[in-house]
Nanobody, 115 residues
Framework: QVQLVESGGGLVQPGGSRLLSCRAS????????MGWYRQAPGKQRELVAQ???????DYADSVKGRFTISRDDNWRAAYLQMSSLKPEDTAVYYC?????????WGQGTQVTVSS
């Protein structure tokens, strides 16, 4: 079993930055994939960014150039550095870990971009 805990959410002004963290506990394999998703009110959950097993990263078009995903060398933590935040980035952000065909989700952390 894997448990994921996100942190770092909060209120930020437009144009500001925020760092989200996701820490994994339990049995985590080194070749797992981790990603960040978000869900805004009334909308479906969408992929924001993910780090693949080969270390490459993918981003949603809406966050390219503004967000950066990274993870620890021990594969037990992932981060989402968000910059130039916009009101439309407001959402609950979820961390996901995929390994051995299973998907694990955190409880989410709220990010609100507002002046």
């Amino acid at each position: 079993q894997v448990q994921l805990v996100e942190s770092g959410g909060g209120l930020v002004q437009p144009g500001g930055s925020r760092l989200l963290s996701c820490r994994a506990s339990g049995t985590v394999f080194s070749m797992s994939a981790m990603g960040w998703y978000r869900q805004a009110p009334g909308k479906q959950r969408e992929l924001v960014a993910q780090i693949n097993r080969d270390g490459s990263a993918d981003y949603a078009d809406s966050v390219k150039g503004r967000f950066t995903i990274s993870r620890d060398d021990n594969w037990r933590a992932a981060y989402l550095q968000m910059s130039s935040l916009k009101p439309e980035d407001t959402a609950v952000y979820y961390c996901k870990l995929e390994q051995v065909g299973n998907n694990y989700w955190g409880q989410g952390t709220q990010v609100t971009v507002s002046s």
